[in-house]
């Protein structure tokens, strides 16, 4: 194999049918987010939005029963000065923004268990599946921690009293629970699991990759924008969508019945 792949060590990577697949896997740690995890991470991301041949990305974990553990509180409690451990958040901030500015749609595949820091890396993404196996929280405060670096994406997702509910009590919600306050889409037996992820990758590859990157940074940009420059902006794009021959090509392969051929602009 050529590429990225052979650098890591805390992850897998792999692209096949237009869908890279990066595997968390330090499963001694729980998939604890280390610095070197997330700064491998970080690549592997960097990697698939610059890779023409990558529709999607899917998070997964090698683990089980857990997707991730969270933040690494080995780290957090070690003698390492204020400033070592300040600047390991930047990969926190590092690797949400490149979530939302992948330009390409991803999917979360939460097999396991969901916690601390790696709810916000899910929450950073655009899809949730999880197994009916999966919890969802933030258990930082029974350790003397709050969940700082992912509040304001838990914030965006779930209602207000929901989430302070989950960042002062600490406590775990079904994958069930998480489907019905927001945090995820879709719910399946453990299973159907792997079918259910592969089905909606699969069903995201098949979109324009054009109008799927503009549509991704649309989503991004005009998240926090006030209503009247959202709408402004949002019709800049509209304009400029309809004037691809991406867009062209799929209404016209609506009418004549078949699947569109995207070409990329």
């Not at 890396?121 to 029974?142: K, R």
């Amino acid at each position: 194999m050529t590429g990225p792949e052979n650098s890591f060590e805390k992850i897998q990577y792999e692209v096949a049918d237009f869908v890279a697949t990066i595997t968390l896997d330090d499963p001694e740690t729980r998939n604890s987010l280390s610095d070197q995890l997330l700064g491998e991470l970080v690549a592997a991301l960097g990697s698939a939005r610059d890779d023409e041949s990558v529709r999607v990305v899917v998070l997964a974990s090698s683990h089980e029963k857990v997707f991730s553990a969270g933040g690494n509180l080995a780290a957090f409690g070690n003698e390492a000065n204020a400033v070592e451990k300040f600047d390991g958040a930047d990969l926190f901030v590092e690797s949400f923004k490149l979530l939302g500015q992948l330009g390409k749609p991803s999917i979360v595949a939460a097999r396991g268990h969901v916690l601390a820091g790696s709810l916000g890396l899910a929450l950073a993404c655009d899809l949730i599946i999880a197994s009916e196996e999966a919890t969802f929280g933030t258990p930082e405060i029974t350790v003397g921690l709050f969940p700082f670096m992912i509040m304001a994406l838990i914030y965006r997702n779930v209602g207000r009293k929901k989430t302070n509910e989950m960042l002062l009590l600490g406590e775990r919600l079904t994958a069930e629970e998480a489907r019905r306050e927001g945090i995820v889409n879709r719910v399946v037996p453990a299973g159907e699991f792997d079918a259910a992820v592969a089905e909606w990758a699969a069903m995201l590859a098949a979109k324009s990759p054009l109008i799927m990157r503009m549509g991704k940074d649309a989503i991004w940009r005009q998240m926090d924008m006030d209503l009247a420059d959202a709408l402004d902006y949002l019709r800049s794009q509209l304009a400029i969508e309809l004037s691809s021959e991406d867009a062209i090509e799929g209404v016209k392969a609506f009418f004549e019945k078949r699947q569109p051929e995207w070409k990329g602009r």
